[in-house]
Antibody, heavy 119, light 106 residues
Framework: QVQLVESGGGVVQPGRSLRLSCAAS????????MHWVRQAPGKGLEWVAA????????KCAGSVKGRFTISRDNSKSTLYLQMDSLRAEDTAIYYC????????????WGQGTLVSVSS | EVVMTQSPAILSVYPGESATLSCRAS??????LAWYQQKPGQAPRLLIY???TRATGVPARFSGSGSGTEFTLIISNLQSEDLAVYYC????????FGLGTNLEIK
């Protein structure tokens, strides 16, 4: 079955960087677009970034544009989120999610990794 | 940029009754609308995509409808396990979520 396992979260100071990973299994990773979604403590879901199946097309939400970069390594079935210039408001659980088809809903989610930005 | 607005913010319903959740898009998004269920301490789960298609394994008690800017999720014969926050999301090109409806069981 589909499995998505995030890692790389932790406590980091404002202005520093962190890279999240999402290891995928149970499906042909290179066939699907992938996303990062975050959830601040006690808040709702916020879409963060997307990448096409081949990694050629990417996009980010305005709140992270210029600071976060999504990428993927299809040879390793792994999704990444490079987070630079972190701010306190980036504190959240970060989920990776798989598209059900091109430009569609997210049918599989990881359990998330917690990022805490604090001095 | 499309903004998704959900109502009500909190909904309290007796077991066995039906719950109606609404979602409005600030622009026409055709049928590119998904619904998710998030139980406490868990990751979200896809319920409905394409505005009205149930995801794999989702009970028929969950039904979605609408197109354009107005969408509805109806949960029939409410069960205690349906306690959750429900989110709508535009699901094409950009993927904004609504703020959610917190469904309480009376």
């Amino acid at each position: 079955q589909v499995q998505l396992v995030e890692s790389g979260g932790g406590v980091v100071q404002p202005g520093r960087s962190l890279r999240l990973s999402c290891a995928a299994s149970g499906f042909t990773f290179s066939n699907y677009g992938m996303h990062w979604v975050r959830q601040a403590p006690g808040k709702g879901l916020e879409w963060v970034a997307a990448t096409s199946f081949d990694g050629v097309a990417t996009k980010c939400a305005g709140s992270v544009k210029g600071r976060f970069t999504i990428s993927r390594d299809n040879s390793k079935s792994t999704l990444y989120l490079q987070m630079d210039s972190l701010r306190a408001e980036d504190t959240a659980i970060y989920y990776c999610a798989k598209e059900i088809s091109v430009h569609s809903a997210f049918d599989s989610w990881g359990q998330g990794t917690l990022v805490s930005v604090s001095s | 940029e499309v903004v998704m607005t959900q109502s009500p913010a909190i909904l309290s319903v007796y077991p066995g009754e039906s719950a109606t959740l609404s979602c409005r898009a600030s622009q026409d998004i055709s049928s590119n609308l998904a619904w998710y269920q998030q139980k406490p301490g868990q990751a979200p789960r896809l319920l409905i995509y394409g505005a009205s298609t149930r995801a794999t394994g989702v009970p028929a008690r969950f039904s979605g409808s609408g197109s354009g800017t107005e969408f509805t999720l109806i949960i029939s014969n409410l069960q205690s396990e349906d306690l959750a926050v429900y989110y709508c999301q535009q699901s094409n090109d950009w993927y904004p979520f609504g703020l959610g409806t917190n469904l309480e069981i009376k």
